[in-house]
């Protein structure tokens, strides 16, 4: 038990991150039930019920570009705390309005109009985390000090988010076809009112209580905003480390879409396994990251966070590349497990240089800045990926050295090369020397 407690860092965190843990294995049993319902039941039988799914995940993608950069400046101004409160709050709505919205029978409504109901209800819900999870951010560095403690609380975090992805997905089907799709619903409204009891007991410092941001008050709200965003957008830009990481993140986000996208494909294809056995494949990934973020805390106090920032791009790089090349499930399955620990490891050292490098008033608006350039990096992969495999890459194939090259496994090869040279840019633009975090009125000038 004394381990456990140790392995959370402090209470205060370890409140925060139960409330986390329950919240999240929620979002991914309501996440997959929702897929579900849309495909199999609310637009059963259409020849277009692949454009209903994608449009879940379209909305989600607009929730990001739209809010998170508006989203930013709002949370440097406000309470983390209450933001986080109150955000629980708007999602335990929005998931009840949905939850009663269910009880009318489908054939009552036009499909339309369930669409555009489910869709406006992501959106919201997607909107509201794009407040949520700066202001944690935020919180997460206040309460857990020290570079060491911080990767081990991104990693955990991580981890969280890892074993969810496993545990959720498999309780939603069952809890939809067999008591129906308002059970599933109900269990996301839970777990949203429990994390906002897990975060009201927080003990916050009283900083995190307050606005850190000044603001002429003589100034029109749009102005206001305007200025703060510039501020925010200018400190971005004239930090080299920041910048960096960004660029680091960037460019593995333009290998990685294209693993994401095509990895259903390549199991299918490349691996011979069944539809049925890609179950596998992803949670061979998700119990990869699990293992990562545990280790990423060990692996930032032993090597610093800059150390392995870089080091686990390039190891992650290696490893997809000898993931391409493929054609034992087994051996794959493995492979793909090994990727996802260096990638969990290295997610969790950038924290602290995010954290290290940023003044308080200034970290709402870098995550806004972090999160929907990562989203759209991710997507325009999604979609190059996509193009490429069905079209400009659909008939390729060849022998190289003795290797088979086809379409997705070359996809493959190009993704992990790209996180290769992400992890050697990361090596020369990473500063070496500590970026001391400016004061207030350092960061204004």
């Not at 410092?205 to 002429?216: A, G, L, R």
């Not at 920032?309 to 090349?325: D, E, M, Q």
Request: net charge positive; aromatic share 10%; with cysteine.
């Amino acid at each position: 038990m004394r381990s456990f407690r140790n392995l959370l860092i402090n209470r205060e965190y370890a409140r925060l991150w139960r409330g986390q843990a329950i919240s999240t294995v929620g979002d991914y049993v309501f996440d997959t039930t929702l897929t579900l319902w849309v495909a199999t039941e609310v637009v059963k039988g259409k020849s277009w019920a692949p454009s209903a799914v994608s449009g879940v995940l379209l909305a989600v993608g607009a929730a990001v570009l739209l809010v998170g950069p508006v989203a930013g400046v709002f949370v440097d101004r406000w309470s983390h705390k209450k933001i986080m409160l109150n955000t629980e709050l708007i999602r335990a709505a929005v998931v009840a309005a949905v939850l009663l919205l269910s009880l009318i029978p489908l054939e009552d409504l036009p499909v339309g109009l369930w669409l555009g109901c489910i869709y406006l209800a992501v959106f919201v819900l997607n909107a509201a985390g794009q407040f949520f999870s700066p202001a944690r951010f935020a919180a997460v560095g206040a309460l857990v000090p020290g570079e060491a403690d911080r990767a081990r609380a991104a990693g955990l975090g991580q981890a969280t988010t890892g074993a969810a992805s496993i545990l959720g997905p498999p309780l939603a089907a069952p809890l939809l076809f067999s008591v129906g799709v308002q059970w599933a619903m109900a269990v996301n409204l839970v777990s949203y009112l429990c994390s906002y009891a897990a975060t009201r007991s927080v003990r916050f410092p009283p900083s995190q209580d307050t606005s850190t941001v000044v603001t002429d008050p003589g100034s029109s709200a749009v102005r206001r905003w305007s200025q703060d965003f510039l501020s925010g957008l200018r400190h971005f830009a004239g930090n080299r480390l920041l910048v960096a990481l960004l660029a680091s993140a960037v460019i593995t986000q333009m290998g990685t879409g294209a693993l994401n996208t095509l990895n259903v494909f390549f199991a299918t294809g490349n691996l011979h396994a069944s539809p049925g056995q890609f179950g596998f494949v992803s949670m061979s990934f998700g119990v990869g990251a699990i293992g990562g973020a545990l280790v990423g805390g060990h692996a930032v106090g032993r090597l610093g966070a800059r150390k392995a920032t870089w080091l686990g791009l390039i190891v992650s790089g290696l490893l997809v590349c000898a993931y391409s090349r493929q054609s034992v499930f087994v051996v794959a399955v493995v492979l793909l497990m090994l990727v996802a620990v260096p990638v969990a490891a290295l997610n969790a050292a950038m924290t602290p240089l995010l954290l290290e490098s940023t003044p308080p008033e200034y970290l709402g608006r870098v995550v806004a800045v972090f999160n929907p350039v990562n989203e759209l990096a991710y997507m325009l992969s999604a979609g190059v990926a996509g193009w490429l495999a069905s079209t400009g890459l659909a008939h390729f194939g060849g022998r190289v050295a003795g290797m088979t090259f086809g379409p997705v496994d070359t996809i493959f090869t190009a993704s992990g090369i790209m996180i290769i040279i992400a992890g050697c840019y990361a090596f020369f633009a990473l500063p070496r020397e500590r970026t001391a975090v400016a004061t207030p009125l350092e960061a204004k000038a």
